[in-house]
């Protein structure tokens, strides 16, 4: 066995030895460092300057302060170190574009050096280390963004995107868009190393987006009952959905597509429902007509109806009736209707929005703004069961058309019998056309200082002229706190007071109503 001195005392064999290289290249220093981190490292440069680093083919590398007797030099190039021994020599080649050390162990008898031994290897890059997770909304359309944290400082992520595991092609940065291909498929993300220094891949966590929610509603024959939801999985009809047959189902109600003419999407069935109720959170941006001819609907549960971006409510809750087919005969009834949830700030249409509501026996719209709306024209029109009525609140400066509006309130019970109007501004109204028409059981009236009637032409309005048939005491003339008489037609305009259709200076002729039983 052939030995190699190399230093103070220190002996290697020669067969063991792969390659003798200089210390001073960038790509040798690498490997030391690779070798040192694993423990292979053997320093026998006693503390000197390193002249030498011995790759064995253990996988040792042995430092040495002192150059071998083997004709090697003390220092090389970078690109590559030969040395000979006897008849042999070996050439070295380092290359630092791909990190590779190629050795050959030449035979110099051999006219152009023949190969008698051929040695690779090559330099093990770090493993790119950290994390990379997924944040975002999961439904179909949302962006989703790859975030990464603890990486080595130096490296500089790249990014794809993947399907099931498949590349999702285009899909490069750091964020992506979900479509519907990717509905109920796993997304991931994997980050390498756009710089090369690192190896590896990191892949997030699965992320699995679901088609957004969409609106829509859902009318069943099993109970006659009209459901609104809000889900990413719309049945079909003849499905058994929610305990009930789906008879028909009714989408892309959260748009305007049904804001004309009296054909909500269920007209087909309004003879039928008889319940309605909002089991989702749904957000129309137009309700004209959606409940319109509904006769016989027995209960109308608002909740959940968010009316913040309604700018249309015409005929909303038009003709709907005030009794319900019961066998041979009719149930009559009262419907209540709770609007404490309400948002009507973006409405400017509320046009016969409660016309012809015969159902209907209160109604308390103080938490109504009215501050957008400009046509209220039909708006209680013929409400002919209505008993109180309160708009208090109402802010109407903007609204143009007040015709017909309250025109044959409470005309079938004869219980209507005050309105409250202090809060009206009519600045802005051209047509009180029959505003009052056919209020024959009103007789207290009370008129803000912002309160103008329009007494000519075609928009021409004014308190009835009431009788004695409905009020006692009525003799056509409406009277102020001070038991000042006028005719309706000459009320005074912008006025702040309260009116009543008898003089209250007069003692008030009981009528057989009032009478003791």
């Known amino acids: 066995m052939t030995l190699i001195n190399i230093g103070f005392g220190n002996m290697v064999s020669a067969q063991r030895v792969i390659a003798m290289v200089s210390p001073e290249s960038a790509p040798i220093k690498r490997m030391i460092q690779d070798v040192r981190d694993k423990g292979l490292l053997i320093d026998a440069s006693f503390g000197r300057s390193t002249k030498a680093a011995l790759i064995m083919d253990s996988g040792n590398v042995i430092l040495s302060a002192l150059t071998p007797d083997t004709g090697g030099k003390d220092s090389a190039p970078a690109s590559g170190i030969d040395f000979s021994s006897g008849s042999k020599e070996l050439r070295l080649k380092v290359s630092k574009l791909d990190r590779k050390i190629n050795a050959a162990l030449m035979d110099k008898a051999s006219s152009g050096g023949t190969d008698m031994l051929k040695l690779g290897f090559k330099f093990s890059e770090k493993a790119l280390q950290g994390v990379v997770s997924i944040s975002g909304d999961t439904t179909v359309g949302s962006t989703l963004t790859a975030t990464t944290s603890n990486l080595q400082a130096d490296a500089k992520p790249s990014y794809q995107w993947y399907r099931d595991g498949s590349v999702i092609s285009g899909a490069t940065g750091s964020t992506y868009t979900t479509i519907e291909e990717d509905d109920g498929h796993g997304i991931t993300c994997k980050v390498s190393d756009s710089t090369g220094k690192y190896t590896g891949t990191l892949t997030s966590n699965a992320i699995t987006p679901v088609k957004p929610a969409e609106a829509f509603a859902v009318y069943s024959a099993d109970d006659n009952s009209l459901n609104f939801y809000k889900r990413s999985e719309v049945p079909n009809v003849g499905q058994v959905f929610e305990g009930r047959t789906a008879t028909a189902v009714y989408t892309g109600i959260e748009t305007d597509v049904y804001s004309t003419g009296n054909q909500q999407p269920w007209w087909d069935y309004s003879d039928d429902i008889r319940t309605v109720k909002f089991l989702d959170v749904v957000k129309p941006v137009s309700t004209a ?229």
């Open 289 to 517: 007509y959606w409940f319109f001819d509904c006769k016989f609907i027995k209960s109308l549960n608002l909740t959940n109806l968010d009316t913040s971006e309604v700018t249309n409510m015409e005929y909303m809750f038009c003709h709907i009736y005030d009794y319900i087919p019961s066998g041979n005969g009719s149930v009559f009834r009262a419907l209540a209707l709770d609007f404490s949830g309400f948002d009507t700030s973006n409405v400017t249409n509320m046009r016969g929005m409660f016309r012809d509501n015969h159902a209907v026996e209160s109604l308390d719209l103080s938490g109504f703004d009215t501050s957008s709306v400009t046509d209220m024209s039909f708006m209680f029109h013929n409400m002919t069961r209505i008993q109180s009525l309160d708009v208090r609140s109402f802010d109407t400066s903007r609204v143009v058309n007040m015709e017909y509006m309250f025109k044959g309130l409470g005309s079938v019970l004869d219980k209507f019998k005050s309105l409250d109007l202090s809060s009206f501004d009519t600045s802005n109204v051209t047509n009180m056309k029959g505003m009052f028409d056919n209020n024959v059981c009103l007789e207290l009236v009370t008129l803000g200082s912002r309160f103008r009637f329009i007494t000519w032409g075609d928009g021409a309005g004014y308190l009835p002229r009431q009788t004695p048939d409905y009020i006692p005491g009525a003799d056509g003339m409406w009277y102020n706190t001070a038991g000042q008489g006028f005719n309706p037609n000459v009320v005074p305009s912008y006025v702040a007071d309260t009116y009543t259709a008898y003089n209250p200076a007069l003692q008030r002729p009981v009528s057989l109503s009032e009478s003791p039983v």
